[in-house]
């Protein structure tokens, strides 16, 4: 399966402030990947397709001008959480598929103050 | 649309015994069907897909999944709980939409192992 990667692997902000979250794929090239996010002791939930060299879609009710997400390369995507508010806390997963499978990071916990 | 149930939030189970997580699925067309476990503060790990081939599927860890179409159930099995077993358990679905599969995630089962 593939590897993935994200960093960094925890965050603190002040309210307000911007972060940005990078997800590698270390030994696949993904022309697709996908943001989730986790509320605590709750299931993932999809918040957008991260395509590489177009814009990412996003899922119904999640502002895609406060997730701000790039695909720039094969390897490389990232999900800047903008403007953040302590309800933006949350563990953020990203994964990219294989055959048919999804592997997923090991996730970025983001605590905004 | 595909959809999960999986049925218990919390299972408990003494060391050794049988580990039984059950999941039923929904789908207009063939699913993909998957498990995966979560440790605290990290990520997922799959433990076992299904994906149209045999309906027995073994997966790591000693975990096996049935596939029961007539069921619409894909329950996660292990023979002989092991401490290092406790985590949590989410059973997913997917349908092929080549390379682009979208996931949708059952609420989740923590297994605890008791001593």
């Known amino acids: 399966g593939a590897v993935v990667s994200q960093h960094p692997s925890w965050v603190i902000c002040k309210s307000g402030t911007s972060v940005k979250i990078e997800c590698r794929s270390l030994d696949f090239q993904a022309t697709t990947m996908f943001w989730y996010r986790q509320f605590p002791k709750q299931s993932l939930m999809l918040m957008a397709t991260?395509?590489?060299?177009?814009?990412?879609?996003?899922e119904q009710g999640v502002e895609k001008d406060k997730f701000l997400i790039n695909h720039a390369s094969l390897t490389l995507s990232t999900l800047t959480v903008t403007s953040a508010h302590p309800e933006d806390s949350s563990f953020y997963i990203c994964?990219?598929?294989?055959?048919?499978?999804?592997?997923f990071g090991p996730g970025t916990r983001l605590t905004v103050l | 649309a595909q959809s999960v149930t999986q049925l218990g939030s919390h299972v408990s189970v003494s060391e050794g015994a049988l580990v039984l997580l059950r999941c039923n699925y929904s789908?207009?067309?063939?699913?993909?069907l998957f498990w995966y476990v979560q440790y605290p503060n990290q990520g997922l790990q799959l433990l076992l897909k299904y994906t149209s081939a045999a309906t027995l599927v073994k997966g790591i860890n000693g975990f096996e999944a049935e596939f029961k179409k007539s069921e619409t159930s894909f329950h996660l099995t292990k023979p002989s709980a092991h401490m290092s077993d406790a985590a949590e358990y989410f059973c997913a679905v997917s349908v092929p939409n080549f390379g682009n599969e979208k996931l949708t995630f059952g609420t989740g089962t923590r297994l605890t192992i008791i001593p």
């Open positions: 991260s395509n590489e060299g177009s814009k990412a879609t996003y």
């Open positions: 994964s990219v598929t294989s055959e048919d499978t999804q592997y």
């Open positions: 789908s207009s067309v063939p699913p993909y």
